[in-house]
């Protein structure tokens, strides 16, 4: 216990110092803070227990072949006369091959990030998108009404909305989407937050959200589409779980990624045992905001939308983050890198990393995973595939859902 509440202790003052800090992104030091748990608040058991080994090897890595993005052709070719999506599953698989051409993001990630069902009409799409709409200013208006007298005495409404305006004035302001002086988009990510912290009373507002937000509003370049569609990956994709403040959610992504890395790399998982870093703490910020610090905004939309067809396993994030460490043990254990060393060099990866190699080398772990036989059972319930693919790729809210039915 002594040993474990040291390690943590460790992590804490090193993300203060180091990890914190300033980096390629231009962010201030305290808005890294709210980014990272406060290690301390992890319990003991975060120091996991080995799980049992396997008798049998791990087949080979197969070598995998990316292949190029959904064209505007490929998308016409997918909807039928009324503008319904048709095979669905092959479109899916098209999009975790090669992603989607920047041109038509807008009119696919709606679909993916569940605001229109997929076999919807164009005519029922019509009808959510106003229902949407009025449900959006309708919230929005809850809020805006508020005056500054009801705003003193509502402390938890006031906190909220100041945290959005610091962490909104800090958002991706290197990029020439958000660059500027009274810039809109900043004015339409504080509105969407705002009006999400409305949505979602229990949950609010945590900092993290708005580097999820950011690309989905420069893709869909409109206030309400883009509220809809981050409302589709929080509740829709789970990455609300991530948010809780319980951190229950986080807490078992990084014992699920413990229990990978123990099978998968059973050697570099002892060298980090050996730098009391098994813990995976420097894997706390990927997972969080699902690599958004990681990529260039190009990138991270690729990756984002790959990760948003479900394939080719439940948890395809988590064999990401096995990739990239695959691609950086080799230096870790040759320069005989200490604790605080291995979380310095992993915050450095930031915006230097291969966004196709580590898509390509995530689905060859998971074949290689699939071929291999006799592995730990709980290791099948982190990557196995999802029963209900079919089912879920139809998915969208039960709201919309009640909208097509009024159309027709």
């Excluded at 080979?60 to 993005?69: E, F, H, L, S, T």
């Excluded at 989905?216 to 789970?238: Q, R």
């Excluded at 060099?345 to 071929?371: F, M, P, T």
Aim: glycine fraction near 4%; charged fraction near 30%; aromatic fraction near 12%.
């Amino acid at each position: 216990m002594t040993a474990t509440m040291g390690s943590f202790s460790k992590v804490t003052n090193f993300f203060r110092d180091n990890v914190l800090a300033p980096t390629l992104l231009n962010r201030p030091q305290d808005d890294y803070a709210d980014l990272f748990p406060d290690i301390t608040t992890f319990r003991a058991e975060q120091d996991f227990d080995l799980i049992t080994e396997t008798e049998n090897k791990l087949a080979d890595r197969p070598d995998v072949v990316r292949g190029g993005a959904v064209t505007e052709a490929d998308w016409q070719a997918h909807q039928d006369a009324e503008g319904r999506i048709m095979n669905i599953q092959d479109l899916k698989e098209k999009i975790f091959r090669g992603g989607i051409d920047p041109a038509i993001r807008r009119e696919l990630w709606p679909f993916l990030l569940c605001y229109y069902p997929w076999t919807s009409t164009t005519k029922e799409r019509i009808a959510i998108r106003k229902c949407k709409e009025d449900e959006y200013f309708g919230m929005k208006a809850q809020w805006k009404t508020i005056t500054t007298d009801q705003e003193r005495r509502f402390s938890l409404f006031k906190e909220r909305k100041n945290l959005i305006d610091k962490d909104v004035v800090r958002t991706d302001r290197v990029h020439p989407f958000f660059a500027g002086d009274n810039n809109v988009h900043l004015d339409q990510l504080f509105s969407i937050l705002m009006t999400y912290a409305q949505y979602n009373f229990d949950l609010g507002y945590v900092q993290g959200m708005s580097d999820i937000l950011a690309p989905i509003l420069l893709v869909m370049e409109d206030e309400v589409d883009a509220f809809w569609c981050f409302v589709g990956y929080m509740d829709h994709l789970k990455l609300e779980q991530n948010f809780d403040m319980n951190q229950e959610g986080m807490k078992n992504q990084l014992i699920q990624l413990n229990t990978l890395l123990q099978v998968i790399e059973p050697e570099f998982y002892g060298f980090l045992q050996s730098k009391e870093s098994s813990n995976l703490f420097f894997c706390f910020r990927w997972l969080l905001i699902h690599f958004k610090r990681e990529f260039t905004f190009e990138d991270i939309m690729r990756l984002w939308e790959v990760m948003w067809t479900g394939l080719p396993c439940q948890n395809f994030h988590l064999l990401l983050c096995v990739a990239i460490l695959d691609g950086e043990k080799d230096t870790m254990e040759r320069k005989d890198l200490d604790f605080n060393d291995i979380l310095k060099h992993v915050n450095e990866l930031s915006l230097k990393l291969n966004v196709d190699e580590i898509l390509r080398k995530g689905e060859s772990i998971y074949l290689q995973l699939k071929n291999s036989s006799d592995l730990p059972e709980a290791l099948w319930e982190i990557v196995a595939q999802k029963e209900t693919g079919e089912e879920e790729s139809s998915q969208a809210s039960e709201s919309s859902i009640e909208v097509i039915a009024d159309v027709e």
